[in-house]
T-cell receptor, first 114, second 113 residues
Framework: AQSVTQLGSHVSVSEGALVLLRCNYSSSVPPYLFWYVQYPNQGLQLLLKYTTGATLVKGINGFEAEFKKSETSFHLTKPSAHMSDAAEYFCAVSGPEGAQKLVFGQGTRLTINP | KAGVTQTPRYLIKTRGQQVTLSCSPISGHRSVSWYQQTPGQGLQFLFEYFSETQRNKGNFPGRFSGRQFSNSRSEMNVSTLELGDSALYLC????????????FGPGTRLTVT
């Protein structure tokens, strides 16, 4: 069975500050890991994914995440927050059967303070 | 290329009724997955269809069902609606088996009164 834990349901940072959203996973098989963003009244947009290969993954909008197997973590970072980054962020895991059946974390709401 | 479309966007139903939601995937995508999003339970996988066959199913009661047509469009049906079925229902499409990128639609907001 797979599961995802996102530490912190709400994170608030100042504009220009570092964004760090934490995600830990549990998986009995090699995991495939994803970060999605959801803006109000919209669906989910894929920010980045880790399947195999390089453990530091770069995504859209300046976000990146690092897969750390020893820590079972896949934290999302952005060096400098922008007001437009305010949204809800979801970490998700799937097994090798593909991304069609995702297990999501509970989400982290990111607020950017001017 | 058009994105994933879901209809209707908003729906209000009464307890005990049934409802059908529709999802049109991105052109060329053959896999469609459905998720339920609620404040309490978060995002939960309902089921996935590929080439008109249900490949995966989540842990939902039999009142929740779905199907996929030959053009990859998908519908999900919820019978005997309960208040707890109020949620945002999201559809996602991908190219197919072993595809690692899913594209989500805007969702259908279902309110059960």
């Amino acid at each position: 069975a797979q599961s995802v834990t996102q530490l912190g349901s709400h994170v608030s940072v100042s504009e220009g500050a570092l964004v760090l959203l934490r995600c830990n996973y549990s998986s009995s098989v090699p995991p495939y890991l994803f970060w999605y963003v959801q803006y109000p009244n919209q669906g989910l947009q894929l920010l980045l994914k880790y399947t195999t290969g390089a453990t530091l993954v770069k995504g859209i909008n300046g976000f990146e995440a690092e897969f750390k197997k020893s820590e079972t973590s896949f934290h999302l970072t952005k060096p400098s927050a922008h007001m437009s980054d305010a949204a809800e962020y979801f970490c998700a895991v799937s097994g090798p059967e593909g991304a069609q059946k995702l297990v999501f974390g509970q989400g982290t709401r990111l607020t950017i303070n001017p | 290329k058009a994105g994933v479309t879901q209809t209707p966007r908003y729906l209000i139903k009464t307890r005990g009724q049934q409802v059908t939601l529709s999802c049109s995937p991105i052109s060329g995508h053959r896999s469609v997955s459905w998720y339920q999003q609620t404040p309490g339970q978060g995002l939960q996988f309902l089921f996935e269809y590929f080439s008109e066959t249900q490949r995966n199913k989540g842990n939902f009661p039999g009142r929740f069902s779905g199907r996929q047509f030959s053009n990859s469009r998908s519908e999900m049906n919820v019978s005997t609606l309960e208040l707890g079925d109020s949620a945002l229902y999201l559809c996602a499409s991908s190219l197919g088996v072993l595809s690692y990128e899913q594209y989500f639609g805007p969702g259908t907001r279902l309110t059960v009164t």
